[in-house]
């Protein structure tokens, strides 16, 4: 079960709905999924225009938790303004910070998030930033407060995997909340990766909505985190320099 905040989940998968070729295959994808929570970013959204199209209109809102993000966001100051357009259309409390740097990485301002997570935990939100890798950074953001981490594994939409593993794994290991890795997955192997690692969710967009066949996409994801997140529990045998025999060699007689 995946806990952040008050929120309780089975499914260990938050699924983005950008970028998707149509919205019949959107649906298709979020429903083969599984997942139990649905990422957007408010800006792309028209929620006060109820005469323009959205995907939201297309599901079943009982099924799901909505986690609006503040994509767009470069300042403080817009992403919190963005969050709380968010919470007033009624959508959730529940937030992604996103606030960008860079646009040409788009990796994420660690002072301006650090400013946006901290009033929106003070206006009552839960508070999901986006981060870097960077371990202290985490560790200041779980200091504050805030319900979960959410680094990536590397630049939003490059399909590169985890390109640093070893601050993942500090990140994962000094976390007393959830960590989700979020950003830069490609395949299925990069997200059941994550998941032995010890990581407690993936969130994937791009991954899925930029396959070939996004649906067939969707179910590998599914699939892969499941079974990352039984292999870590299950926990995996030492590696060793040399071969060890599989089958028990006593009381085997030489004739």
């Known amino acids: 079960m995946l ?37 957007f970013s408010v800006r792309r959204m028209n929620i006060f225009e109820p005469s323009q199209p959205n995907f939201l209109e297309l599901l079943d809102l009982d099924k799901y938790t909505l986690l609006p993000n503040t994509a767009g966001a ?34 994420p301002d660690p002072i301006e ?3 946006a997570s901290e009033e929106l935990l003070k206006e009552g939100f839960t508070v999901l930033p986006y981060t870097s890798d960077d371990v202290l950074l985490a560790k200041r953001l779980e200091e504050l407060g805030c319900h979960a981490i959410m680094p990536g594994a590397s630049p939003i939409g490059s ?16 976390a007393n ?21 010890g990581a407690d969710g993936v969130l994937l967009n791009t991954a899925v909505s930029g396959a070939k066949n996004p649906v067939q996409m969707a179910k590998a994801m599914k699939l ?4 990352g997140r039984l292999g870590y529990e299950a926990g995996r ?14 009381g085997i007689s030489i004739g």
């Open 237 to 250: 045998i030492p590696k060793k320099q040399y071969a060890s025999a599989s089958s028990p060699t006593e």
């Open 113 to 115: 998030t650090l400013k």
């Open 177 to 197: 909340i959830p960590v989700i890795v979020d950003a830069g997955i490609g395949t299925p192997s990069d997200a059941a990766i994550a998941m032995e690692m």
């Open 224 to 227: 892969a985190i499941e079974a």
């Open 159 to 174: 399909g590169q995997g985890i390109i640093n593993p070893l601050n993942l794994k500090f990140i994962i290991e000094q």
């Open 3 to 39: 806990q952040i905040g008050n929120y309780k989940f089975k499914s260990r998968l938050l699924l983005g709905t950008g970028k998707y070729p149509n919205f019949d295959i959107q649906k298709q994808a979020v429903e083969v999924s599984d997942t139990e929570v649905l990422t």
């Open 74 to 107: 470069k300042t403080a100051e817009e992403a919190v303004r963005t969050a709380k357009l968010a919470k007033a259309s009624g959508l959730c409390d529940m937030i992604k910070v996103e606030v960008i740097g860079c646009q040409k990485t788009l990796l």
